[in-house]
């Protein structure tokens, strides 16, 4: 059955329409349309009246109501709770109008062990549940909200038998009263067998045996609120092999806190559910809609957004009735207050450009709140501590029904800003002596790809930011300067996770607004933005030799951002009279959208940047990634040369060298792999159609893919691509305490230098010869004109005469340094994997790879032949082997024939 104050608001809508003059057939398939999604539901078994439950003759089968809750504490709300304090039991109270309703539960896990992915205030599940009676038991249930059909249709009976919800725990009714109508459950038989599924998350975490030991698990703080309760229980687990854990005492044994909300839904609240755009970056709610079929599309897909409605509906700029609210938790500390207040805030921008004043508040949680941080009613920016975390996370719990956000939750590891601080330390004690140091925490240069927000990469780059502060600048640096960087990047992070709490996903086109030389000007960057969109993976903004540092991280958002927000917030004509029709809003949100073929309206997220996409990308900036890596490649170069001048600082432990030295290393590879993506790629926006000069796929500039190919020989290939000092490499000393958490290396002690540049060069190699790199090269010649296009016998003789320079484009030749030696031997091995059909690639690279070998070798017989005992032993013994591999490969690979 509709309600009929829904009818009636439908008819309104009608009645709206047809005096405006609207086409009656449109009219009546747009009502149609919302009458069908408002009947659309799950699949569901079909339940008994609830009523029959309080007729059952034989409840002299089940211990009598006031016994039960005799000597109990009361808590009346959404479910009333009875907690006796004297053997610590929990009972739970199920009305009637209770059973079979869909209510919304959260977990969080409110205690970690501070490694290894256990961490305080994650969110570990959401979603719908309802509690049915079968026989003697109760039923938790979780419903099934990915299949719907319109009630009335049959296509709801063969949904009821097509697809099932989950039973998850059958709990045994501990009483019936007839007189109060309700069923009495032990919520302990329900939330007291690992109900939180923490039992696998530890093995498959810290593949240990850990099973939960019930004599040691209790229940802490329990509240019944009218429209929430609020349940934290206290888990302990066992094991007798327990993990090596270096966070607790004994790894024998650990104990999670989790806490549980279980919540009402919200019902004729007035939300209407918005139809989402592949164009516009949303998380989404979908459904398929399986009695729909007159549309080759059968999902229905809502964006997750927060209920907003202006207290002034004919206004264009109004308070909303009900602001979204963020609560500072009171264990974050002091100091960084405020850089998180302005990151919130800063996105109230965006809502004034949908018309909203002051959508976004900001409080701070007081010392004696009397309140949860995990209580489903407010949205917290949480602070928690680690030893190997490095991330920031904002969870949001939403309505499955409707894509509704219910509640966020930021959390934020400490360490994202803690890694800063030994740094600061040592520059501000460096700068009296009008010298610099570092302390970072070390990682390895292998580049670290990581699906959560500001991890590892995030703080390698603030890192080196707040290296580049000093050693840069050529200016001291003073307390009030590194407390101004760390608030930047701070604020920058938080509105980040800000965006992901009002349903925005990342937008890997963000950092490509502003071209290279604007970078700097803070008049551009304070009014138009450093990017179009905070929710890229932003790199620290380190300017080049001669300019003016700028920002070092965004300090507003972005042109897209302000977009998004008001395709998902700005309120339709349908919205400000009461009509409830989301697919009415269409040619609403089309002309929103519509400008999406705006460059700083570019939009492509987590699935768009595995494609070879240089301009869609992370960790990069501006509109030219040639230029600005480039340039960041020169500014990793300067660093190490005051490395070698001046550190490290007298007193200092030379650990510090070596951890600075590895990350700008890192940084100069992170920067050097961002170039590789210019050879055979291609711009892909998910624009639609207008005219037949628009493209889906846009090949790179040739001109820009051979500029991508100097600078990655200039830089990683060329023989004096890395020059350091017996001096400095010396000095790489690792730390030599050895105690939990900073264990010794058992490895060889002084610094791996030819290891670290044949990793580097080795994957930006192997990268450029990828087979699937190679497919797009051959694809790209028919989807452009003859000559426009990098071809793979350029690409391949580009390389081989870059790496073989001694041998291809010399006359005279003394010698081949070590690191050139390790260079070749890598191109070769790849060249011959592909000749021996030992790695996948297109047969026109296999017969090229086999046609370059065949001139290599030529060059080295002559070569040899010519001056042959004028080279030293090692560069003979080079040769050689490589001649000898290419002639055993060449005869092998004919044989094979």
């Not at 109008?97 to 490694?115: A, C, D, P, R, W």
């Not at 302990?236 to 327990?242: H, K, P, R």
């Not at 790849?830 to 000749?835: P, T």
């Amino acid at each position: 059955m509709i309600h009929w104050l829904t009818t009636l608001s439908v008819c309104t809508v009608y009645l709206y329409n047809l005096l405006l003059g609207n086409n009656q057939l449109l009219l009546t398939q747009g009502v149609n349309f919302y009458l069908q999604q408002l009947n659309a539901l799950p699949a569901i078994e079909n339940i008994s009246s609830a009523d029959f439950f309080f007729k059952d003759s034989k409840l002299e089968k089940f211990q009598r109501f006031s016994e039960v809750v005799r000597d109990t504490d009361k808590l009346e709300g959404l479910f009333t709770l009875y907690r006796s304090l004297e053997d610590d039991q929990i009972y739970l109270e199920i009305q009637p109008e209770q059973l079979n309703k869909n209510y919304l539960g959260t977990v969080t896990l409110e205690s970690g062990i501070g490694e290894s992915g256990i961490y305080s205030g994650l969110a570990l599940q959401d979603f719908l549940f309802y509690f049915r009676r079968v026989n003697n038991s109760i039923h938790f249930v979780i419903r099934n909200v990915n299949f719907r059909a319109t009630s009335e249709k049959p296509e709801q009976k063969a949904l009821n038998r097509s697809f099932s919800d989950s039973v998850l725990y059958a709990v045994p009714i501990v009483s019936i009263s007839s007189h109060r109508k309700a069923i009495l459950i032990n919520l302990g038989d329900l939330l007291m067998q690992d109900f939180a599924g923490l039992t696998p998350l530890l093995k498959n975490s810290l593949f240990a045996d850990y099973q939960l030991a019930e004599n040691k698990s209790y229940f802490g703080a329990v509240n019944s609120f009218a429209e929430n309760i609020e349940i934290n229980s206290v888990y302990n687990f066992s094991a007798n092999q327990g993990a090596n854990l270096i966070t607790l005492p004994d790894s024998r044994s650990l104990t999670l806190k989790v806490h549980y909300s279980f919540s009402q839904l919200p019902e004729n609240n007035g939300y209407i559910p918005r139809i989402a755009d592949e164009r516009v970056g949303y998380f989404i709610t979908a459904y398929q809609d399986l009695s729909n079929y007159n549309s080759s599309e059968s999902f229905v897909r809502y964006i997750n957004r927060w209920h907003l409605e202006p207290s002034v509906t004919d206004a264009p700029l109004s308070a909303p009735k009900k602001p979204i609210v963020f609560w500072i938790e009171n264990a974050v500390p002091l100091e960084y207050r405020d850089a998180i207040r302005e990151g919130v805030l800063m996105w109230n921008k965006a809502f004034e450009k949908a018309g909203f004043l002051n959508a976004i508040q900001v409080q701070q949680m007081p010392d004696d709140a009397d309140w949860h941080p995990a209580d489903v009613r407010y949205n917290t920016i949480r602070w928690f501590n680690s030893i190997d975390a490095f991330f920031a996370k904002a969870p949001t719990r939403v309505n499955p029904l409707t894509g509704e956000i219910l509640d966020a939750d930021i959390i934020v590891d400490a360490n994202m800003v803690r890694s800063l601080q030994p740094e600061y330390r040592t520059l501000i004690e460096g700068s009296s002596n009008n010298q610099n140091s570092c302390n970072l925490t070390n990682y390895n240069t292998q580049l670290i790809e990581d699906d959560r927000c500001y991890g590892i990469e995030s703080s390698l780059q603030a890192a080196i930011g707040a290296t580049a502060l000093s050693m840069l600048q050529n200016s001291a640096l003073d307390n009030e300067k590194m407390q101004e960087y760390v608030h930047q990047y701070l604020r920058s992070l938080i509105a980040h996770e800000v965006g992901h709490a009002l349903g925005l996903r990342h937008n890997f086109h963000g950092s490509t607004m502003l071209s290279p030389q604007e970078l700097n000007n803070i008049e551009i960057t304070h009014s138009k933005g450093l990017v179009s969109s905070v929710m890229d993976y932003l790199p620290v903004n380190l300017a080049p030799q001669g300019i003016a540092q700028g920002d070092y991280f965004p300090a507003t958002i972005g042109p897209y951002d302000e977009w998004a927000i008001m395709y998902g917030y700005k309120p339709s004509n349908f919205e400000s009279i009461g009509a409830i029709i989301p697919e009415a809003e269409k040619p609403f949100l089309e002309q929103i959208v519509g400008s999406s073929q705006q460059p700083e309206l570019a939009y492509a997220t987590d699935e768009d940047i595995w494609d070879i996409n240089p301009n869609a990308n992370v960790w990069d900036m501006s509109n030219d990634v040639l230029v600005y890596s480039q340039w960041q490649m020169d500014n990793a170069r300067l660093m190490w040369q005051k490395l070698d001048k001046k550190y490290p600082i007298k007193g200092e432990s030379y650990s510090q060298l070596r951890t600075v030295f590895d990350k700008i290393l890192m940084y100069y590879f992170r920067n050097a792999n961002l170039i590789v993506d210019y050879i055979g790629g291609q711009t892909f926006r998910r624009n639609y159609a207008l005219d037949v000069n628009n493209w889906a796929f846009v090949p790179t500039n040739l001109a820009k893919q051979r500029q991508a190919l100097a600078t990655l020989n200039e830089y990683i290939f060329a023989e004096d691509a890395f020059e350091f000092s017996p001096q400095l490499l010396n000095q790489l000393a690792p730390s030599r305490w050895n105690h939990w958490g900073n264990p010794v290396p058992i490895s060889r002690l002084d610094y791996p230098i030819h290891d670290r540049i044949l990793r580097v060069q080795s994957t930006i190699l192997r990268s450029l010869l990828d087979g699937d790199r190679l497919h797009r090269l051959l694809d790209i010649e028919l989807k452009t004109l003859p000559g426009e296009a990098l071809t793979i016998p350029e690409l391949f003789d580009t390389l081989q005469n870059s790496i073989w320079t001694e041998i291809l484009g010399k006359e005279e030749l003394i010698s081949i340094s070590s690191i050139r030696r390790s260079l070749q031997r890598e191109h070769l091995d790849i060249l011959l994997e592909m000749v021996l059909r030992k790695t996948e690639v297109p047969e026109d690279g296999r017969t090229l790879a086999w046609y370059e070998l065949r001139q290599l070798q030529k060059a080295l017989s002559a070569k040899l032949k010519k001056l042959g005992e004028q080279l030293d032993i090692y560069t003979v013994a080079h040769l050689e082997e490589v001649s000898d591999r290419i002639t055993k490969t060449l005869n092998a690979s004919l044989v094979s024939r």
